[in-house]
């Protein structure tokens, strides 16, 4: 069994999806791992660390005829076209809206995999690359905005005076919130959050943050069974905008993480609540991939609107990325091992695993998954089990 780690090709990833742990675990089990020369710089994982860990170091040629590939965004034409049919594509694959983009990885004959659909089940804890990508984002939101204040987060008293802790605002208190919330309290800030999901309100006021939200019937209804937040009705928006404009123009700091799966991000705070906010402010929007929270929000500066400043990064664990590298590539071992036939050292696929039923896009030159394949194709429980399977 051959696995092939490319160099990530998109501008802005300096994210790589292997470690030289990673790779030491998967010779363990007579697995042949090549890495493209240079994929793992952008992280700090210079090529004599993966070679040390029993790694080729090999080029794009040797995607041909890997069984696996293994990368951090999804691959392009270019890219997959120098893929074997038939390989498993494993990647954070951004599958909503990009009906295109699948057709053609579908036509290609991959069989690919989308890492951020990994259900939230225990055996998969291990696997959930939203959790480790998302806890790091919410640390680095803090960072960036402490280092965009002008002012200490801590409270100081000094004999030439109290210096104030500052403000912090966190919207939203998913993983990426909750790692805000903590990293800016152990930076000295006074801390208050809020998240339309209830079972939020506990888990802010453990980590010592005053919570703020409207908590009407809605409100006590607003989670999925998988822990997600629901789409909230215009009447609760509008209540509950106006209770956090009030009281965003008390604060220092707003970390907005809103995010809903598929759709476009939730527009949480407007011009006019920037306005509202004291001069020298600072807003961090952790949702521009999805067209951000924040309206006037740039992806990738920091844009000044009035006297508060809005930082909009797209991809905010590539700010961190010799530990997102290192946690991403620990999400994709533990997916993977569960593919390898120990006996025969070799990818076997079971269709019947609710991992893959939950994360496989394409296979046998379709769009199998039930929530991206097109009306006419096949159901995904008609299609015959078979595995790809290669000589170790």
Do not use: W
Not at 18 to 37: C, F, I, N
Not at 334 to 348: C, V, Y
């Amino acid at each position: 069994m051959k696995v092939f780690v490319p160099r990530e090709r998109e501008d802005g990833e300096p994210r790589v999806a292997a470690s030289p742990d990673t790779v030491k675990r998967l010779a363990g089990y007579g697995v042949e791992v090549v890495v493209e020369a240079g994929a793992g710089d952008a992280s700090r994982l210079p090529d004599d660390a993966f070679a040390a860990a029993g790694a080729r170091i090999g080029s794009a040629e040797d995607a041909r005829d890997a069984d696996a590939v293994l990368k951090v965004r999804r691959p392009n034409p270019d890219e997959f076209a120098g893929y074997r049919c038939g390989a498993a594509v494993i990647a954070i694959m951004d599958p909503y809206g990009r009906d295109a983009e699948l057709a053609a990885m579908a036509d290609a004959g991959i069989q690919a995999f989308a890492m951020e659909l990994m259900p939230r089940i225990t055996r998969a804890q291990t696997m959930d690359v939203l959790s480790s990508q998302a806890n790091l984002a919410g640390y680095q939101a803090v960072i960036d905005a402490a280092a965009t204040y002008d002012r200490a987060f801590p409270m100081m008293m000094t004999a030439a005076g109290t210096v104030p802790a500052a403000r912090v605002f966190v919207m939203g208190a998913g993983v990426a919130g909750l790692q805000a919330i903590a990293t800016a309290r152990r930076l000295g800030a006074v801390v208050t959050a809020t998240d339309v999901r209830p079972a939020a309100k506990e888990q802010v006021e453990s980590l010592g943050a005053k919570f703020i939200a409207v908590e009407d019937e809605e409100f006590r209804a607003a989670e999925t069974a998988g822990g997600y937040a629901k789409q909230m009705s215009a009447d609760y928006q509008a209540k509950q905008a106006e209770l956090t404009a009030s009281h965003i123009a008390k604060q220092d700091v707003v970390v907005t993480t809103a995010l809903i799966p598929g759709r476009p991000a939730p527009r949480l705070i407007t011009r006019a609540m920037l306005e509202s906010m004291k001069p020298g402010s600072v807003v961090v929007d952790l949702a521009l991939e999805r067209g951000g929270n924040v309206e006037g929000a740039e992806a990738d500066r920091i844009a000044e609107i009035g006297a508060v400043k809005v930082v909009g990064y797209r991809n905010v664990p590539g700010r961190i990325a010799a530990t997102a590298s290192l946690l991403y590539a620990r999400n994709l071992f533990a997916f993977l091992e569960t593919m390898i036939d120990k006996d025969t050292r070799s990818l076997k696929i079971n269709l019947e695993d609710e991992l893959v039923k939950a994360t496989m896009l394409t296979r046998d030159g379709r769009v199998v998954h039930p929530g991206f394949a097109p009306p006419d194709s096949s159901p995904a429980d008609e299609i015959v089990e078979a595995s790809a399977e290669r000589d170790a």
